[in-house]
């Protein structure tokens, strides 16, 4: 047990130093390194020279880790390369293993295929400038783990509140168990929505030689109007519902996923400034919010009469503007790259202590 604990510290310890690295690199968003909660992120990474893999059959394998030894593996698909790191996880439904394999492939070349905006909505998933349906997302639900759900939810804030009052909030056997079907449930969630995510970008990028997207920013978008007790918010009910769709939909990782399959499959994704997309017309060019009442469907400019689905309009202002840039961002909504500073009032690491002699 002991090597063991020493062996997971070392393993903390990997992770630690890849979190200032990125830090400290101004490409790299991620800010200064936090404290993480217990169950946040169960996942040990192992180099690719530390583990070894051997099929069993059509459908299963083994690997070896370090102080774990052989562990059979649902084989989902070849891994098809030399293998480079593994990493192991754990989520609502059990422990996962994956693999970073090299496979020697190189970005194709320009594909020579058509362009096309996309614009990402809550009604509308994704509506593609050179289609006349938009896509939409099925609910990663079904009714009726949608009201299993609700149920476990609801008996969750009973058994926290038994806990609390006469158990000094100690969590009893069953609270774990309500919040490990609530985990499943929700993993059930999140693996839907990334398969619907991945589809639908892998078809973009394979099916379009420029892609252009809005440049969003969706922490600014999804925060909360709860305001203080001094300065409530209006509608905050409202604001947390849309904020759920708005983060159901994940623009910020379909963005990710266009971001490398596009290299990948030889076309070329620009992301174009998202002001007034939705209110100017892609006939004539004129910004009127009277074009589109409320949030309605219907595009009717004033101007020049031209009437199209909003979302359609919306992702051909997209195209258009995504070609006039021809390649970079104008007038981008991200702040530019700066060098990143310690945060201040931040107790500095060992590394950053002045060596002492004596």
């Known amino acids: 047990m002991r090597r063991l604990r020493r062996w997971r510290c070392e393993g903390h310890f990997v992770h630690l130093d890849a979190a200032y690295e990125h830090f400290w690199n101004p490409d790299h968003p991620a800010g200064f390194p936090a404290w993480k909660k217990r169950g946040h992120r169960l996942a040990v990474s192992f180099p690719g020279q530390a583990v070894e893999v051997r099929k069993l059959n059509r459908h299963w394998a083994e690997v070896r880790l370090p102080k774990l030894g052989w562990i059979k593996f649902r084989l989902s698909r070849a891994l098809g390369g030399t293998i480079r ?11 996962h293993i994956s693999f970073g394999v090299y496979t020697g492939r190189k970005p194709d070349g320009p594909n020579g295929k058509p362009a096309c905006g996309v614009d990402f909505g809550v009604a509308s998933t994704a509506f593609v400038s050179t289609e006349t349906e938009s896509r939409t997302m099925p609910p990663t639900l079904r009714p009726n783990e949608s009201r299993r759900l609700k149920a476990l939810e609801q008996r969750k804030a009973r058994q926290i509140t038994y806990a609390k009052k006469h158990q000094g909030g100690k969590y009893s056997k069953r609270l774990r168990r309500t919040i490990a079907q609530i985990a499943g449930l929700r993993t059930r969630q999140a693996n839907r929505r990334q398969d619907f995510t991945h589809k639908l970008t892998t078809d973009l990028a394979q099916s379009h030689g420029l892609i252009g997207i809005e440049d969003l920013r969706v922490k600014n978008m999804t925060k909360a109007t709860k ?132």
């Open 85 to 95: 790191n593994a990493s192991v996880s754990r989520d609502g439904n059990g422990w």
């Open 227 to 358: 305001g203080t007790a001094q300065h409530p918010g209006s509608q905050v009910r409202q604001k947390a519902g849309l904020n759920r769709s708005i983060l159901d939909n994940a623009p910020g990782e379909r963005r990710r996923q266009l971001a490398y399959k596009c290299r990948m499959y030889g076309s070329q994704l620009i992301a174009v400034p998202p002001f007034h997309t939705s209110q100017t017309c892609v006939n004539c060019g004129k910004v009127d919010p009277d074009s589109r009442e409320g949030c309605g469907r219907l595009f009717s400019c004033v101007h020049c009469g031209h009437e199209d689905d909003a979302d359609h309009n919306a992702s051909a202002e997209i195209e258009a503007r995504a070609r006039r840039t021809g390649g970079s961002v104008i007038n981008s909504t991200r702040s530019a790259t700066t060098a990143r500073v310690p945060a201040p009032r931040r107790r500095r690491t060992r590394e950053t202590l002045p060596a002492t002699h004596g």
